[in-house]
């Protein structure tokens, strides 16, 4: 799976931050009646500690707003503070390095199971669950397999793909028909039958040399994919975003994925086609994406920002 890890032992006793109560992980709940729940209805974010910072926050806080702003949600905290907050947590697990957080923004609590926002009565809810947890070293080394699904991405006038939204019901079943093929990750077309992205991770090829990724219309505006694409410019890597189909996939000398969680993840085959062949050494990253997951460590730790 892309979001393979192993599983630590120190998880059992970490304390999550609910409305900003820090609980133990078993007492850890919110209300029957939270929108989040009921519908679905909230923004969230992924975030990497490395050496005692959050790497990229500031990307991640501005995505967080903007989709809250999108959905007309008040998060009701200022990005000072819920970064305050996301930093107490942290401070209070004595965590400062291999930590993923899932940081979670909902309406807040109904009078009733009823979708209309105005029939919210609280403000809104906000949960912080920090975790030891680095990906798996043997699927980064392995490379991943994907299967193209007929689950489309949906066009930005149906539900906008840029919404990081609690709502993930197409990207769920086109795991789950990944899975059932006996795949790691789903491939997701576009509309019109472009590659668009994958269910968890924005998806990249490698065609002499020079790295492509979907146009972006159909997808998350990713974190990691825009600083991959960043890091090319900056480093003398051709680079482009355009539409392009399987065809090219297939045929291409490397492919790899990208997200908060794992950074840069080598894809092994698509649909039964394997990329190339595999080196010597049954590392599956091809000589770009060794490069650039390089890069991008360097780039993350750099750029991680500390308790004010």
């Known amino acids: 799976m892309t979001h393979e890890y192993a599983d630590d032992p120190r998880n059992a006793d970490i304390l999550i931050s609910v409305n900003g109560a820090l609980v133990p992980r078993e007492k850890a709940v919110v209300s029957v009646f939270d929108s ?37 949600m008040d998060i009701g905290l200022s990005r000072e503070a819920l970064a305050a907050r996301v930093f107490d947590c942290l401070d209070a697990n004595g965590m400062v390095d291999g930590v993923h957080v899932r940081l979670m923004v909902t309406r807040g609590v109904k009078k009733t199971p009823y979708q209309d926002p105005r029939v919210t009565i609280g403000p809104a809810t906000i949960v912080i669950i920090p975790e030891y947890k680095t990906a798996a070293e043997a699927v980064k080394k392995q490379g991943l397999s994907l299967f193209t699904v007929h689950i489309r991405r949906t066009a930005p006038d149906m539900q906008d793909q840029k919404l990081n939204s609690h709502s993930k019901l197409n990207c769920i079943l086109a795991c789950i028909q990944a899975a059932k093929a006996g795949a790691d990750e789903a491939l997701m077309l576009d509309p ?36 991959v694409l960043r890091l090319c410019r900056d480093n003398a890597i051709p680079a482009r975003e355009k539409r392009f189909s399987l065809v090219d996939v297939y045929s291409a000398d490397e492919v790899f994925v990208t997200g908060t969680f794992a950074g840069l993840t080598p894809v092994r085959e698509v649909d039964g086609r394997m990329i190339a062949t595999p080196p010597s050494d049954g590392n599956r990253a091809g000589p770009v994406t060794r490069r650039l997951d390089e890069l991008y460590k360097a780039l993350a730790r750099r750029e991680s920002v500390r308790p004010a």
């Not at 990307?59 to 903007?66: S, T």
């Not at 992205?197 to 974190?223: A, K, M, P, Q």
């Open 192 to 227: 019109d039958g472009a590659v668009a992205t994958c269910n968890s991770t924005h998806f990249f090829i490698v065609r002499d040399g020079e790295v492509w990724t979907s146009d972006g219309l159909y997808c998350l505006g990713g974190i990691t994919r825009a600083n």
């Open 36 to 72: 989040g729940f009921v519908l679905g209805d909230g923004v969230w974010e992924g975030l990497r500690v490395l050496d005692g910072g959050i790497a990229f926050l500031d990307a991640h806080l501005d995505r967080l707003y903007e989709g809250a702003k999108a959905i007309d």
